[in-house]
């Protein structure tokens, strides 16, 4: 196992068991969020294996149809999903899968969120907008998911508790600020949606995946 994830310890679930409101010894993470949040950039920055990418260049097609504000510098998008693993020193093993933000690609989240324990929910407070699609979608789905800020150089910042209430999120879903490029910080948002997961802290009136 990497000496490098020395920090951020978890208590370890038992071999393959998984009892109400833990985790198994391996688990599957989303990474979702709006076109051009950072999902991308969090998984390779955690990443202890190099990350499948599914990147292609945007076209001319995109035009009118991505919204890029805030992201035109952007020239590849995502089209299936990213893909990394990290190891934690009780045991735990997180296999992330990152997927893609753009509305035409939805339909790859049902397939993505199959097995998953939870989901990041990558946020941009420049579009903070463009995360509701993916916090309806694991609402729905009764999977349990935190919401994560991506501070981008520049970005206006705002307080978790102001994020809540742009969100409309209730007070039991964690929201913590991270840097999508820094692999402590990408760490700290992993190990607070394991921690949520196995709270089992998570709205009464969520419908179960079928």
């Known amino acids: ?6 920090d951020g310890a978890l208590p370890a679930a038992g071999a393959g068991a998984r009892t109400a409101g833990s985790v198994p010894s391996t688990a599957k993470i989303l990474i979702s969020g709006g076109f051009g949040v950072g999902k991308t950039t969090l998984v390779g920055a955690i990443s202890e ?58 339909f790859m989240w049902d397939e993505l969120a199959i097995g998953a324990i939870g989901a990041v929910v990558l946020a941009d407070t420049r579009r903070v907008a463009d995360c509701f699609a993916a916090i309806d979608y694991f609402e729905h789905n009764g999977m349990p998911f935190i919401v ?32 999508a490029r820094e692999r402590d910080s990408v760490k700290q948002v992993l190990v607070s949606l394991v921690r949520y997961v196995m709270s089992g802290n998570r709205r009464r009136n969520q419908i179960s995946m079928a």
Request: contains cysteine; glycine residues 8%.
């Open 1 to 6: 196992m990497d000496s490098n994830h020395s």
């Open 49 to 106: 294996i190099r990350p499948l990418r599914t990147e292609e260049p945007m076209s001319d097609r995109s035009v009118g149809v991505d919204d890029t504000r805030g992201v035109r510098a952007k020239t590849t998008t995502t089209v299936a999903m990213d893909f990394g693993r990290i190891s934690f020193p009780s045991g735990l093993v997180l296999y992330l899968f990152g997927t893609p933000g753009q509305e035409r690609f939805w």
């Open 148 to 179: 994560a800020v991506n501070c981008f150089d520049g970005a206006p910042r705002f307080e978790p508790d102001d994020i809540r209430i742009a969100l409309s999120l209730g007070s039991e879903v964690p929201i913590v600020l991270c840097d």
